[in-house]
């Protein structure tokens, strides 16, 4: 079976760190960018990062991420992750990761994963 899945969403309290993972089942993702994406309550879906097949370009929504995010990928482990610092607030939201085809340019997605629920709260 074909699939991506997060994991590693949770309860955190504001300043605290997650790592998110993002493991594909049936594909490889050698061949992908890999994007991650959040969707807040009530607002859309957005892009926050995105890393290239060979690992060697890594992207950021500056606005969001602000230097507090960093994505890496084990393609040993077939895994992408996301670890996220300094956590607000406004971070809680679902975040979803996705396979890109065209390599983090041109947002050409064919799998997506069902999302993990990071919840930042005192």
């Known amino acids: 079976q074909v699939q991506l899945v997060e994991s590693g969403g949770g309860l955190v309290q504001p300043g605290g760190s997650l790592r998110l993972s993002c493991a594909a089942s049936?594909?490889?993702?050698?061949?992908?960018?890999i994007g991650w994406f959040r969707q807040a309550p009530g607002k859309e879906r957005v892009g926050i990062s995105c890393?290239?097949?060979?690992?060697?370009?890594?992207?950021y929504v500056d606005s969001v991420v602000k230097g507090r995010f960093a994505i890496s990928r084990d393609d040993a482990k077939n895994t992408v992750y996301l670890q996220m610092n300094s956590l607000k607030l406004e971070d809680t939201a679902v975040y979803y990761c996705?396979?890109?085809?065209?390599?983090?340019?041109?947002?050409?997605?064919?799998?997506w994963g069902q999302g993990t629920q990071v919840t930042v709260s005192s």
């Open positions: 996705a396979a890109d085809r065209r390599d983090c340019h041109g947002d050409e997605y064919a799998y």
């Open positions: 049936g594909f490889s993702l050698d061949y992908y960018g």
């Open positions: 890393i290239s097949s060979n690992g060697e370009s890594s992207y």
